[in-house]
């Protein structure tokens, strides 16, 4: 064969050098948007701060860090766990009401092993145990009526909402389960004590919080989570076991609630029906508001933390200032998913 003109040639190189920076401009403008979209939730936390400091200075203090943080913790950790369940194109509106059964069960067990054992520091042991054992069954329920029942995770989660609040109540008469007073003081430095003069749930939920992140972001489990979020057929032509994937996930979120329920219980030392009420719509709106695909497929823990932190902000402002009613809490969170969810409404 011939060999080509040199116009030929000068015309293909010239073709190449034209077009190939086109893909990289549209890789680089991409990666510039996913930037901006983490971001996002930081300056939205920072902006919040500065106002909350020009509203009241109370609320630049370390106390009051430290109490939003505390309280950001219990929600915080659950929505590490709702963030591999929504990355995966799940959802799950049970976490409140097994946190509330949870709590109770929990409850129940200590006050009944205590005697038995002569030690209240073996029966709280006992009863964490008990804890993760309860989160991790009722998440294997979710998994197994969701992947091998075909029931969608929305009916799924909408139904256990009901029936677990309504054993808790069953178990609480109606009232209160109180913990015994004697494994409430041993109990009690789970939630009040404190290490290095930071209380000890922020440790926790930073601890878990760096799990998340590194089993999201460097594990294949954390691969298979996103690509099945993505595009679960493909998932499934790939050799991905779907099935255990979303099993395991719903699992890792009933272990989550169990986690934030151990630290919850011993500052108030009792559960009653209207335990961990709301907590779904809170670590939902913590998930989003961190730039998780509502669709699933893409997510960062950090942007979950970042969420979680700034709904606690918002209510601490709302408690230190009268700019409006604390019991419209509920309704800045109901609109923020809303705003988020509108602003998402482009992705995927």
């Known amino acids: 064969m011939p060999p080509a003109p040199t116009d030929s040639l000068d015309a293909a190189r010239g073709s190449v050098g034209v077009n190939a920076p086109a893909p990289n401009l549209r890789r680089r403008a991409v990666g510039w948007a996913q930037r901006l979209r983490g971001a996002g939730p930081i300056a939205g936390l920072v902006l919040l701060c500065i106002a909350g400091t020009l509203l009241n200075p109370d609320f630049a203090t370390w106390d009051n860090a430290m109490n939003v943080l505390t309280r950001t913790a219990f ?13 995966s194109g799940g959802i799950d509106l049970s976490v409140g009401s097994m946190a509330a059964l949870i709590a109770g069960s929990v409850i129940l067990v200590m006050n009944w092993v205590a005697p038995h054992v002569g030690s209240p520091l073996v029966a709280v042991l006992l009863g964490m145990v008990v804890a993760l054992l309860l989160g991790a069954a009722f998440g294997l329920a979710h998994g197994l009526l969701i992947t091998r029942g075909r029931i969608e995770p929305f009916i799924v989660t909408l139904g256990t909402l009901g029936i677990f609040r309504a054993y808790l109540t069953y178990f609480a008469n109606g009232g209160a389960i109180t913990l015994d007073n004697a494994l409430a003081d041993v109990y009690g430095p789970v939630y009040y004590g404190s290490v290095l003069g930071i209380p000890i749930p922020i440790w926790v939920f930073g601890a878990m919080a760096l799990a998340g992140g590194f089993l999201l972001n460097r594990t294949r489990y954390g691969r ?6 993505s595009n679960e057929q493909v998932a499934r032509y790939a050799a991905v076991a779907v099935d255990r994937i979303k099993i395991l996930t719903y699992m890792l979120l009933g272990c989550c609630v169990a986690v934030a329920t151990l630290l919850y219980v011993p500052r108030l030392g009792s559960a009653s029906p209207t335990t ?24 960062r823990i950090l942007g979950t933390v970042v969420g979680a932190i700034l ?26 998913i809303i705003i988020v969810a509108f602003l998402q409404r482009g992705r995927r």
Request: aromatic content about 8%; overall charge negative.
């Open 75 to 87: 929600i915080g950790i659950i929505a590490v766990g709702m963030s591999f369940v929504i990355i």
């Open 311 to 336: 709904l606690s902000v918002i209510s601490n402002i709302l408690n230190l200032t009268s700019i409006i009613s604390v019991y419209l809490n509920a309704a800045v969170q109901g609109f923020v």
């Open 224 to 229: 298979y989570v996103q690509a099945i979020g």
């Open 276 to 299: 961990g009420l709301l907590w779904e719509l809170e670590a939902i709106a913590a998930v989003i508001v961190g730039g998780t695909a509502l669709k699933g497929g893409e997510g």
